[in-house]
Protein backbone atom coordinates (compact mmCIF):
# COMPACT_ATOMS: atom_id res chain seq x y z
CA UNK A 1 0.00 0.00 0.00
CA UNK A 2 1.48 3.40 -0.71
CA UNK A 3 1.41 5.70 1.85
CA UNK A 4 1.01 9.48 1.29
CA UNK A 5 2.92 12.00 4.26
CA UNK A 6 1.88 15.57 3.87
CA UNK A 7 3.82 18.56 5.26
CA UNK A 8 3.52 20.84 6.96
CA UNK A 9 0.56 19.82 9.13
CA UNK A 10 -0.61 22.92 9.65
CA UNK A 11 0.18 25.90 7.42
CA UNK A 12 -0.85 29.53 9.06
CA UNK A 13 -0.56 32.31 6.89
CA UNK A 14 -2.39 35.68 5.90
CA UNK A 15 -5.10 36.44 3.00
CA UNK A 16 -3.13 37.49 0.05
CA UNK A 17 -0.02 35.11 1.07
CA UNK A 18 1.31 31.32 -1.12
CA UNK A 19 0.42 28.37 0.14
CA UNK A 20 2.79 25.86 -0.68
CA UNK A 21 1.57 22.05 0.70
CA UNK A 22 3.69 19.04 -0.10
CA UNK A 23 2.69 15.64 -0.90
CA UNK A 24 5.36 12.73 -0.68
CA UNK A 25 4.98 9.05 -1.45
CA UNK A 26 5.99 5.97 -0.40
CA UNK A 27 6.67 4.54 -3.97
CA UNK A 28 5.72 6.19 -7.59
CA UNK A 29 2.86 7.78 -8.17
CA UNK A 30 1.10 7.68 -11.62
CA UNK A 31 0.66 11.39 -12.18
CA UNK A 32 -3.09 10.58 -13.17
CA UNK A 33 -3.96 8.94 -10.37
CA UNK A 34 -2.94 11.52 -7.82
CA UNK A 35 -5.79 14.17 -6.76
CA UNK A 36 -5.83 16.92 -4.33
CA UNK A 37 -9.05 17.80 -2.34
CA UNK A 38 -10.24 20.48 -0.04
CA UNK A 39 -12.20 20.08 3.43
CA UNK A 40 -14.21 22.97 5.13
CA UNK A 41 -15.51 22.26 8.72
CA UNK A 42 -18.61 20.53 8.62
CA UNK A 43 -18.29 19.87 4.79
CA UNK A 44 -17.62 16.63 2.63
CA UNK A 45 -14.04 16.74 0.66
CA UNK A 46 -14.25 18.60 -2.70
CA UNK A 47 -11.97 17.27 -5.80
CA UNK A 48 -9.63 20.15 -6.80
CA UNK A 49 -7.24 18.95 -8.73
CA UNK A 50 -6.73 15.54 -10.89
CA UNK A 51 -4.18 14.32 -12.88
CA UNK A 52 -1.89 15.55 -10.64
CA UNK A 53 -2.39 19.29 -12.34
CA UNK A 54 -5.48 19.50 -13.97
CA UNK A 55 -8.18 21.86 -12.19
CA UNK A 56 -11.18 20.20 -11.67
CA UNK A 57 -14.71 21.75 -12.84
CA UNK A 58 -15.24 25.09 -11.47
CA UNK A 59 -12.38 25.60 -9.26
CA UNK A 60 -10.38 28.88 -10.18
CA UNK A 61 -6.94 29.56 -11.25
CA UNK A 62 -5.12 30.42 -8.13
CA UNK A 63 -5.07 26.49 -7.24
CA UNK A 64 -2.40 24.51 -9.51
CA UNK A 65 -0.79 21.37 -8.64
CA UNK A 66 2.52 19.78 -9.92
CA UNK A 67 4.72 17.16 -9.31
CA UNK A 68 5.78 13.24 -10.34
CA UNK A 69 6.79 10.46 -9.25
CA UNK A 70 6.60 10.76 -5.66
CA UNK A 71 6.68 14.09 -4.64
CA UNK A 72 3.79 16.10 -5.76
CA UNK A 73 2.59 20.10 -4.62
CA UNK A 74 -0.39 21.68 -4.28
CA UNK A 75 -0.43 25.84 -4.66
CA UNK A 76 -2.75 28.26 -3.73
CA UNK A 77 -1.89 31.54 -5.01
CA UNK A 78 -3.37 35.17 -3.59
CA UNK A 79 -5.13 33.14 -0.51
CA UNK A 80 -8.91 34.07 -0.07
CA UNK A 81 -10.68 33.73 3.24
CA UNK A 82 -12.49 30.82 1.34
CA UNK A 83 -9.37 28.92 1.30
CA UNK A 84 -8.57 28.48 4.57
CA UNK A 85 -9.38 24.55 4.85
CA UNK A 86 -7.96 21.49 5.67
CA UNK A 87 -6.29 19.71 1.84
CA UNK A 88 -5.92 16.39 1.56
CA UNK A 89 -3.53 14.33 -1.35
CA UNK A 90 -5.23 11.19 -2.74
CA UNK A 91 -3.68 8.34 -4.96
CA UNK A 92 -4.59 5.10 -6.36
CA UNK A 93 -2.36 2.29 -7.49
CA UNK A 94 -3.96 -0.78 -6.23
CA UNK A 95 -5.67 0.61 -3.25
CA UNK A 96 -7.23 4.06 -2.66
CA UNK A 97 -4.96 5.95 -0.20
CA UNK A 98 -5.36 9.47 1.03
CA UNK A 99 -2.42 11.56 3.05
CA UNK A 100 -3.15 13.33 6.80
CA UNK A 101 -3.51 16.30 5.78
CA UNK A 102 -2.54 19.97 5.79
CA UNK A 103 -4.35 22.66 7.28
CA UNK A 104 -4.01 25.87 6.56
CA UNK A 105 -5.21 28.53 8.77
CA UNK A 106 -5.57 32.02 9.13
CA UNK A 107 -2.35 33.62 10.95
CA UNK B 1 -27.02 17.41 -11.27
CA UNK B 2 -25.90 14.20 -9.52
CA UNK B 3 -26.30 13.88 -5.88
CA UNK B 4 -25.07 11.65 -3.63
CA UNK B 5 -27.30 10.91 0.29
CA UNK B 6 -26.24 8.32 2.56
CA UNK B 7 -28.91 6.96 5.51
CA UNK B 8 -29.04 4.15 8.12
CA UNK B 9 -28.90 4.08 11.76
CA UNK B 10 -26.83 6.23 13.47
CA UNK B 11 -25.86 4.50 16.36
CA UNK B 12 -24.78 0.57 15.95
CA UNK B 13 -24.05 -1.52 19.20
CA UNK B 14 -20.40 -2.80 19.32
CA UNK B 15 -20.15 -6.21 17.99
CA UNK B 16 -22.90 -5.72 15.56
CA UNK B 17 -23.10 -4.78 11.60
CA UNK B 18 -22.84 -1.43 10.47
CA UNK B 19 -25.28 -0.96 7.22
CA UNK B 20 -25.41 2.34 4.97
CA UNK B 21 -27.24 2.70 2.10
CA UNK B 22 -26.26 5.71 -0.48
CA UNK B 23 -28.87 7.13 -3.12
CA UNK B 24 -27.77 8.22 -6.32
CA UNK B 25 -30.34 11.29 -7.77
CA UNK B 26 -29.78 13.13 -10.86
CA UNK B 27 -27.96 10.38 -12.78
CA UNK B 28 -27.52 6.93 -13.39
CA UNK B 29 -25.00 4.45 -11.35
CA UNK B 30 -23.81 2.98 -14.53
CA UNK B 31 -20.52 3.29 -15.97
CA UNK B 32 -18.85 4.34 -12.47
CA UNK B 33 -17.25 3.45 -9.51
CA UNK B 34 -18.74 3.91 -6.21
CA UNK B 35 -17.08 4.44 -2.97
CA UNK B 36 -17.13 4.51 0.84
CA UNK B 37 -15.03 6.53 2.73
CA UNK B 38 -15.25 7.36 6.84
CA UNK B 39 -13.64 9.91 8.97
CA UNK B 40 -13.50 9.81 12.58
CA UNK B 41 -13.94 12.86 14.59
CA UNK B 42 -11.37 15.72 13.91
CA UNK B 43 -9.44 12.93 11.90
CA UNK B 44 -8.16 12.54 8.11
CA UNK B 45 -10.30 10.53 5.46
CA UNK B 46 -10.12 7.07 4.95
CA UNK B 47 -10.80 4.86 2.00
CA UNK B 48 -13.05 1.96 3.06
CA UNK B 49 -13.82 0.21 -0.89
CA UNK B 50 -15.47 0.66 -3.99
CA UNK B 51 -18.09 -1.15 -6.28
CA UNK B 52 -18.07 -0.34 -9.72
CA UNK B 53 -21.32 -0.47 -11.71
CA UNK B 54 -21.24 -4.17 -12.70
CA UNK B 55 -20.19 -5.28 -9.08
CA UNK B 56 -16.41 -5.44 -8.98
CA UNK B 57 -15.20 -4.40 -5.74
CA UNK B 58 -11.95 -3.65 -4.61
CA UNK B 59 -11.43 -2.98 -0.56
CA UNK B 60 -9.26 -1.43 2.04
CA UNK B 61 -6.81 -4.64 3.07
CA UNK B 62 -6.74 -3.15 6.53
CA UNK B 63 -10.76 -3.56 6.34
CA UNK B 64 -11.56 -6.03 3.55
CA UNK B 65 -12.35 -9.09 6.67
CA UNK B 66 -14.83 -7.05 7.43
CA UNK B 67 -16.64 -5.22 4.55
CA UNK B 68 -19.36 -5.57 1.71
CA UNK B 69 -20.10 -3.10 -0.58
CA UNK B 70 -23.02 -3.81 -3.15
CA UNK B 71 -24.84 -2.20 -5.94
CA UNK B 72 -28.61 -2.13 -7.10
CA UNK B 73 -28.84 -0.80 -10.61
CA UNK B 74 -32.14 -1.08 -10.62
CA UNK B 75 -32.57 1.30 -7.47
CA UNK B 76 -29.68 3.67 -8.44
CA UNK B 77 -28.02 3.00 -4.74
CA UNK B 78 -25.08 1.13 -3.44
CA UNK B 79 -24.44 0.06 -0.18
CA UNK B 80 -22.12 -0.56 2.87
CA UNK B 81 -21.83 -3.42 5.48
CA UNK B 82 -19.32 -3.34 8.12
CA UNK B 83 -19.68 -6.33 10.86
CA UNK B 84 -18.47 -6.72 14.25
CA UNK B 85 -17.89 -2.95 14.85
CA UNK B 86 -16.09 -1.40 17.75
CA UNK B 87 -15.74 2.42 18.98
CA UNK B 88 -12.88 2.56 16.58
CA UNK B 89 -15.59 2.71 13.66
CA UNK B 90 -16.62 5.73 15.39
CA UNK B 91 -16.88 8.12 11.87
CA UNK B 92 -18.51 10.41 9.46
CA UNK B 93 -19.02 7.92 6.50
CA UNK B 94 -19.40 9.57 3.03
CA UNK B 95 -20.29 7.70 -0.41
CA UNK B 96 -19.00 9.03 -3.49
CA UNK B 97 -18.40 8.63 -7.32
CA UNK B 98 -15.35 8.32 -9.47
CA UNK B 99 -16.39 9.33 -12.65
CA UNK B 100 -13.20 9.08 -14.26
CA UNK B 101 -10.87 5.86 -14.85
CA UNK B 102 -8.56 7.18 -12.14
CA UNK B 103 -10.43 6.70 -9.20
CA UNK B 104 -10.25 10.45 -8.26
CA UNK B 105 -13.55 10.93 -6.27
CA UNK B 106 -15.72 13.89 -8.03
CA UNK B 107 -19.04 13.64 -6.22
CA UNK B 108 -19.73 13.54 -2.41
CA UNK B 109 -22.57 12.62 -0.70
CA UNK B 110 -22.74 15.13 2.87
CA UNK B 111 -21.86 12.32 5.11
CA UNK B 112 -23.75 11.01 8.19
CA UNK B 113 -22.18 10.16 11.63
CA UNK B 114 -22.39 6.63 12.63
CA UNK B 115 -21.67 5.94 16.79
CA UNK B 116 -20.99 2.68 17.69
CA UNK B 117 -21.86 2.30 21.50
CA UNK B 118 -21.13 -0.19 23.75
Known amino acids: EIVLTQSPGTLSLSPGDTATLSCRAS???????LGWYQQKPGQAPRLLIN???GRATGIPDRFSGSGSGTDFTLTISRLEPEDFAVYYC????????FGGGTKVEIK | QVQLQESGPGLVKSSETLSLTCTVS????????WSWIRQPPGKGLEWIGY???????NYNPSLQSRVTISIDTSKNQFSLKLTSVTAADTAIYYC????????????WGQGTLVTVSS
Open chain 1, 27 to 33: QSVSSSY
Open chain 2, 26 to 33: GGSVSGHY
Open chain 1, 51 to 53: GAS
Open chain 2, 96 to 107: ARSSNPFFLLDN
Open chain 2, 51 to 57: VFYIGNT
Open chain 1, 90 to 97: QQYGTSLT
